[in-house]
């Protein structure tokens, strides 16, 4: 039974391709509330390799990051991302999915059940390079982003998969896989559902 619940979860975990994606600031205004509704904590996890977590290969200014998250995407809905804890990971495998092609939502899974925080959002980034085809993957409080693809749609997208949302064919939705330019927006039933399980995930549940 645990074995099938196994599968059922590594095939419900989604993934997205990297094509054609956007940043947002021709088409959007950054909105920023002073005190948000709700918040949520963010880890940040770097994946590394045995061979380069003597020095760090990413130069993310967090700081910016969960900006651009909360003045595109978030705060217009009364949400607020926050920065908890920022650290390392040294994982050959994740950190090299060109290794793992084909099966790389199921070792983002396997890979990441140990080092999860289960009462934050936790976002693995990982080096474009060491990945084909994929520009993010999300599900269960876990993001994986490739550093290239960052400051572009797909982060508020995969974020909404770890917070329970699919997707859809609605034109500039966040979630939606066609016409990337174009995506937004969360339309208000997401919002609700975002909304709901942030407060799941502060509660512990």
């Known amino acids: 039974m645990k074995k099938l619940l196994l599968i059922i979860s590594i ?12 940043s947002p600031e021709n088409i959007m205004d950054m909105i ?17 390799s045995q061979d380069s977590s003597d020095k760090s290969s990413y130069n993310l200014d967090e700081k ?3 900006n651009y998250l909360n003045g595109y995407y978030f705060h217009r809905l009364g949400i607020g991302l926050e920065i908890d804890e920022s650290k390392k990971l040294i994982n050959d495998e994740l950190y090299d999915l060109t290794d793992n092609q084909g099966s790389e939502p199921s070792t983002f899974f396997t890979q990441s059940q140990e080092t999860y925080d289960k009462d934050k959002i936790n976002i693995y980034i990982i080096k474009r390079s ?18 290239e693809h960052l400051f572009t749609s797909t982060s508020p997208h995969e974020i909404g998969h ?4 699919f997707h859809t064919h609605e034109t500039g939705n966040i979630m939606s896989t066609e016409e990337k330019t174009l995506r937004q927006s969360f339309n208000k039933e997401q919002e609700e559902k975002i909304k709901k399980r942030i407060d799941q995930i502060n509660l512990g549940s």
């Open 11 to 22: 095939l419900s975990f989604l993934s997205c391709s990297s094509e054609e994606d956007h």
């Open 32 to 48: 920023f509330v002073e005190n948000p509704e709700r918040t949520v904590k963010v880890n940040i996890i770097y994946v590394e």
């Open 64 to 66: 910016e990051f969960i």
């Open 130 to 147: 060491n990945i084909r085809g994929i520009a993010g993957m999300g599900r269960s409080q876990r993001v994986l982003l490739t550093d």
């Open 162 to 165: 770890a917070l329970g949302l």
